[in-house]
């Protein structure tokens, strides 16, 4: 009987442990990434720069280029100035912008990516999507899968709390991202990967049931590893699906309807997922979800991200014009202003203060 698989695209180093970072130059080597030491490296003018000092001498055959911002613009040039450097990989050091700025430039001229993030921001980081903002707002553009993924655990924990707190809110989202394809299955007959769903689903309840902080070594492994797993999925898939549903919806809608006020992606997710699965009827799991942000200091009301509720239930009525053709709670329930509002107010009294 012959034996049927299939090919997972996925890194072939995932290093996730303190002091990763210090051994980025052996790790590529060993692994034949880089047999040859000659690499392009990314980073930002903020953090990955701070770091340049302290990577630099493991990476003696490496050039360095400094990226302006996150658009689409500033990728296409870094890959104009990569060009012609024969080099064996690209790395990106930095935060979520400089990550998806390596990923499109690295994709753009044909080498592969190493992902060194310096935050757990959100699920991007592994993903086999770039995030760039261009001419008309936002966009995203597939790109092939980091080969590595490097995660020092003490960079990391030095980065401004609210980043961590936001990778929180996106993990989170898988659970009803989930929900709402598997929602889309039963009405739709949208078929699921069911490998795909599995990873990030419990990535999703990793995090979540997770009783740990954000200063915890073993807190931020299990939120780093479910935000790789999570990147991985969408690969398995070949779309977003595993990770996004209404609560990507709305946070698209936030982005959309009030670009200078929008808060952190993951902020947004972590919201529009604990509403999410209050509108399915999954009373119990909304208010369990939204006591988890709670305790991580994540949003769970509009208000505690500078919106007045009458803006979120914009927001929510606008979002599924956000990704047309993807169904999910909202789509199903097709929601108006007063019946939002009417929701809005059982979902305050159901979550408690």
Same mark, same amino acid.
């Given at each position: 009987m012959p034996v049927l698989t299939r090919l997972i695209p996925s890194p072939v180093v995932v290093d996730i442990r303190a002091g990763a970072l210090d051994d980025l130059g052996c790790v590529l080597a060993d692994e034949r990434i880089s047999h040859s030491g000659k690499l392009a490296v990314a980073v930002s003018g903020g953090s990955g720069a701070r770091l340049r000092e302290r990577v630099a001498p493991s990476l003696p055959g490496a050039?360095? @280029?400094e990226v302006g911002g996150g658009t689409l613009d500033d990728a296409i040039k870094l890959a104009g100035a990569m060009k012609g450097g024969h080099y064996d990989a690209v790395v990106g050091l930095g935060g979520g912008k400089i990550i998806d700025c390596a990923k499109f430039a690295a994709a753009r001229i044909g080498l592969p990516l190493v992902a060194v993030p310096t935050n757990l921001a959100h699920d991007g980081l592994c993903s086999p999507v770039a995030t760039l903002d261009n001419d008309a707002g936002r966009g995203s553009y597939g790109v092939p899968n980091p080969i590595a993924v490097v995660i020092d655990l003490d960079v990391v924990r030095a980065a401004p709390a609210r980043f961590v707190r936001a990778g929180i809110g996106d993990a989170v989202s898988n659970v009803s991202a989930? /929900?709402?394809?598997?929602?889309a299955n039963r *009405?739709? %007959?949208e078929r699921i990967d069911g490998l795909a769903a /599995?990873? $990030?689903r419990q990535a999703g309840e990793a995090v979540l049931r997770h009783p740990g902080g954000i200063g915890d070594n073993d807190f931020l492994q299990v939120l780093a590893e479910a935000l790789v797993l999570t990147g991985i999925a969408m690969s *398995?898939? %070949?779309?977003s699906r595993p990770a996004s549903g209404a609560c990507h919806e709305i946070n698209h809608a936030f982005d959309l309807l009030f670009p200078t006020r929008a808060a952190a992606h993951g902020e947004q997710c972590g919201? %529009? $997922? $604990? @509403? $999410?699965?209050? +509108?399915? %009827? /999954?009373?119990e799991e909304s208010a369990h979800m939204a006591e *988890? +942000?709670?305790?991580h200091g994540l949003p769970v009301l509009p208000e505690e991200i500078g919106f007045t509720p009458e803006e979120f239930f914009r927001a929510v009525e606008f979002a599924p014009q956000t990704r047309p053709g993807r169904y999910t709670i909202l789509e199903h329930l097709d929601l108006k202003t007063d019946q939002i509002k009417d929701l809005y107010a059982d979902y305050v009294k159901a979550i408690g203060s």
């Amino acid at each position: 009987m012959p034996v049927l698989t299939r090919l997972i695209p996925s890194p072939v180093v995932v290093d996730i442990r303190a002091g990763a970072l210090d051994d980025l130059g052996c790790v590529l080597a060993d692994e034949r990434i880089s047999h040859s030491g000659k690499l392009a490296v990314a980073v930002s003018g903020g953090s990955g720069a701070r770091l340049r000092e302290r990577v630099a001498p493991s990476l003696p055959g490496a050039d360095w @280029f400094e990226v302006g911002g996150g658009t689409l613009d500033d990728a296409i040039k870094l890959a104009g100035a990569m060009k012609g450097g024969h080099y064996d990989a690209v790395v990106g050091l930095g935060g979520g912008k400089i990550i998806d700025c390596a990923k499109f430039a690295a994709a753009r001229i044909g080498l592969p990516l190493v992902a060194v993030p310096t935050n757990l921001a959100h699920d991007g980081l592994c993903s086999p999507v770039a995030t760039l903002d261009n001419d008309a707002g936002r966009g995203s553009y597939g790109v092939p899968n980091p080969i590595a993924v490097v995660i020092d655990l003490d960079v990391v924990r030095a980065a401004p709390a609210r980043f961590v707190r936001a990778g929180i809110g996106d993990a989170v989202s898988n659970v009803s991202a989930i /929900a709402d394809w598997e929602l889309a299955n039963r *009405v739709k %007959g949208e078929r699921i990967d069911g490998l795909a769903a /599995a990873m $990030a689903r419990q990535a999703g309840e990793a995090v979540l049931r997770h009783p740990g902080g954000i200063g915890d070594n073993d807190f931020l492994q299990v939120l780093a590893e479910a935000l790789v797993l999570t990147g991985i999925a969408m690969s *398995v898939s %070949g779309d977003s699906r595993p990770a996004s549903g209404a609560c990507h919806e709305i946070n698209h809608a936030f982005d959309l309807l009030f670009p200078t006020r929008a808060a952190a992606h993951g902020e947004q997710c972590g919201l %529009g $997922a $604990a @509403f $999410a699965m209050y +509108l399915r %009827g /999954a009373h119990e799991e909304s208010a369990h979800m939204a006591e *988890v +942000l709670r305790r991580h200091g994540l949003p769970v009301l509009p208000e505690e991200i500078g919106f007045t509720p009458e803006e979120f239930f914009r927001a929510v009525e606008f979002a599924p014009q956000t990704r047309p053709g993807r169904y999910t709670i909202l789509e199903h329930l097709d929601l108006k202003t007063d019946q939002i509002k009417d929701l809005y107010a059982d979902y305050v009294k159901a979550i408690g203060s």
